[in-house]
């Protein structure tokens, strides 16, 4: 399309095959989708190739540093950021290309509505409300700071919020949330230096802040048993990284039985 400004859309991957077919289908009208896969063992190459505008580039690294990797090639006016387990809807499609057709000079990012699917199920409730994330912006504008595995792009310029929404298939499986919780608080982790022991009252309190928040101030019960394994899981995720933060500052001291934390890896779809 030539009567618009160009859009490159940036996705991280890994053995992501069950999934990637389907974000790529969602934005297979943008002019560029770049990908950049942390060494899939799946057919996630090839189904990258079967679309004439995938650039497949291979790098090991935090997946927001892949983004930025991503964000660096970028060719085209905007760039947007997508994981392989979310899809752009044909409403908040079409709101886009509005957008190229007709940029506003001074808004430099857009916030897009997100719609989180934990075990088929929409979230209208606890962690779903109300979702919002900086997705497009102009290319070269911003970068994540790579610090943690949950960190937002800076909005220091001028956002606004799109009206349509984009889909994500948060957790399909209970297996999935304790695997990605295994990976998520060890990358985190090994990024930690601790100068002094993590509090007890952390371990105890905030899991528990957690689920209240999650679960009765936000309404989490609405959304039925969904609600109830997302608001339990988000404390656990709480308790978890509080623990390995505990073994993180036994190994720095040294203390016997214990040793820094091993590379973490898992065959289960990241991103």
């Known amino acids: 399309m030539t009567d618009r400004e160009t859009l490159t859309v940036v996705i991280p991957t890994k053995n992501s095959a069950a ?20 060494y899939s063992t799946d057919a996630t190459s090839a189904i990258c190739a079967s679309y004439p505008n995938v650039r497949f580039f291979q790098r090991d690294d935090y997946i927001f540093g892949n983004m930025n990797f991503g964000f660096a090639k970028a060719s085209a006016d905007w760039t947007m950021r ?10 908040l499609a079409v709101e886009i290309q509005n957008i190229l057709k007709q940029p506003v000079a001074d808004v430099n990012g857009y916030y897009f509505h997100e719609v989180l699917i934990v075990l088929g199920h929409a979230l209208r409730h606890g962690r779903g409300l109300n979702r919002r994330r900086e997705m497009m912006f102009r290319t070269g ?5 790579v610090t943690s595995e949950h960190e937002s792009l800076p909005t220091d310029e001028t956002w606004r919020q799109l009206n349509g929404s984009y889909i994500h298939l948060n957790y399909q499986s209970v297996s999935q949330y304790l695997t990605k919780t295994d990976y998520y608080t060890a990358r985190d982790i090994e990024r930690m230096s601790l100068s002094t022991r993590p509090r007890l009252r952390s371990g105890i309190v905030e899991p528990l802040r957690t689920f209240y928040v999650q679960y009765f101030k936000r309404r989490g019960f609405s959304d039925g048993w969904p609600g109830l394994l997302d608001a339990g899981m988000m404390a656990l995720y709480q308790f978890v990284q509080w623990a390995k933060m505990q073994e993180h500052y036994q190994a720095q001291l040294g203390a016997p039985g214990f040793n820094p934390s091993a590379p973490a890896t898992t065959d289960e779809t990241i991103g």
């Open 19 to 38: 999934l990637i077919g389907d974000c790529l289908e969602s934005v297979k009208w943008v002019d560029e989708i770049i990908v950049v896969d942390m």
């Open 82 to 91: 997508l994981d392989s387990d979310e899809r752009v809807t044909p409403t």
């Open 141 to 145: 504008h911003v970068r994540y700071n």
